[in-house]
């Protein structure tokens, strides 16, 4: 199934979810053939996703995750079934992490638009300015400045312009012939720039470290211990969930690293938890 295809998928389950608070109702009150529809949407849109998830990974991890677990609990008597759990697990991650990516890239997009939006109307104001006579331009900051003093004095304005229209008249044709060469230039190396807007930085909700660090207090309450090797088992499992995700990244140590070094990781829980317990 391509992007667009699993991107529909989630706009309109979305859509019915937006419906159904629309009208303030409870999913039990929703018809029958409506809780259906829901389920419906809902169980292909997760089967779409964990389709990536290919049998050799799956029975790496697993595989994996019994050899670790049995290290550190020989007497454990069902490994294959907590392996399962923890394979149902990351497919549960995977169907979340690509929400959340669909739910980043429209808010991508949304900041384009309004970043776009800005830039057109930053060259209408300088096209139109250039375009204006220098009376018209200088009566205008002249009205302009009186508002400022009038209302922030501190921002005076100059004597020598002060009440004199030939004065803001050569003010405007200064600011058109001087500067305005050097706000074209630059608005042509923001409109280029657009193309190439980063997203905001917000780490703590990226589908990258949600994800890690599930995978950290996953393994960490299991009794695992959690290594942050792109090798390891958590870095298998993190590559897993990327995969379903559809997000193409390396690096996972750096994600994985930064999950056990939050404040809330099970790691620091557990060493605060050791700090406080009696010796």
């Not at 859509?15 to 419906?40: V, Y």
């Not at 990536?52 to 595989?63: G, H, L, M, V, W």
């Not at 302009?144 to 209302?151: D, I, P, V």
């Amino acid at each position: 199934m391509s992007d667009n295809d699993l991107e529909k998928l989630l706009f309109n389950l979305e859509l019915m979810g937006d419906q159904l608070r629309n009208k303030k109702a409870s999913f039990d009150a929703l018809s029958d053939s409506e809780q259906d529809e829901i389920c419906r949407r809902s169980h292909e849109f997760r089967r779409a996703v964990i389709s990536q998830f290919q049998d050799f990974d799956k029975n790496e991890i697993k595989n994996a995750y019994c050899q670790a677990l049995l290290k550190e609990n020989p007497s454990r008597t069902s490994p294959q079934d907590e392996a399962e759990l923890f394979i149902s697990s990351l497919e549960d991650w995977g169907v979340y992490a690509t929400e959340i990516r669909f739910r980043e890239r429209e808010a991508q997009e949304r900041r384009k638009e309004k970043s776009d939006s800005f830039l057109k109307s930053v060259a209408r104001l300088l096209e139109t300015m250039n375009a204006m006579d220098d009376a018209s331009l200088g009566f205008l900051l002249s009205a302009g400045f009186e508002q400022l003093e009038s209302e922030r004095p501190d921002e005076s304005i100059p004597i020598a312009i002060k009440g004199n229209r030939v004065a803001f008249m050569a003010f405007a044709n200064e600011l058109k012939s001087q500067h305005l060469n050097i706000l074209v230039t630059m608005h042509s190396g923001m409109a280029a720039a657009l193309k190439n807007l980063p997203r905001i930085d917000k780490d703590s909700d990226s589908p990258e470290f949600v994800t890690a660090a599930a995978i950290e207090d996953y393994l960490g309450r299991s009794g695992i211990p959690f290594s942050t090797t792109d090798t390891g088992l958590a870095g298998k499992a993190f590559y897993a969930v990327m995969t379903m995700a559809g997000i193409e990244r390396d690096k996972a140590w750096y994600w994985l690293d930064k999950a056990r070094k939050h404040e809330n990781s099970w790691f620091n829980f557990a060493a605060k938890m050791k700090a406080a317990s009696p010796t």
